[in-house]
């Protein structure tokens, strides 16, 4: 049974970085994409970013792109997004998704439970 943690969210003020951190078990996990998500109160879940299951390519939401960085390591079964220059816009709450392929093109097949990220002005 696949199980996806997130950790590493706060609160934190505008201009500030925060390091997600999703912690994945049940399947190998280096055989699979990662994502992360974010759904803010009264709005649709959008879409962060993605990484492939060897690290790389990346891709990353346009209103994120050039201030998320999402890196993984294999070893610890784990997927980061490092969040910097946050915004309130950012608040959210963070979801981690792991994908049904290798490449980041795929289908997501599992989600966490996603932890909150506040960014205050």
């Known amino acids: 049974q696949v199980q996806l943690v997130e950790s590493g969210g706060g609160l934190v003020q505008a201009g500030g970085s925060l390091r997600l951190s999703c912690a994945a078990s049940g399947r190998t996990f280096s055989s699979y994409f990662m994502g992360w998500f974010r759904q803010a109160p009264g709005k649709e879940r959008e879409f962060v970013a993605a990484v492939s299951a060897s690290g790389v390519p990346t891709n990353y939401g346009a209103s994120v792109k050039g201030r998320f960085t999402i890196s993984r390591d294999n070893a610890k079964n784990t997927v980061y997004l490092q969040m910097a220059s946050l915004k309130p816009e950012d608040t959210a709450v963070y979801y981690c998704?792991?994908?049904?392929?290798?490449?980041?093109?795929?289908?997501?097949?599992?989600w966490g439970q996603g932890t909150q990220v506040t960014v205050s002005s």
């Open positions: 998704a792991q994908g049904d392929t290798r490449w980041i093109s795929g289908q997501y097949e599992y």
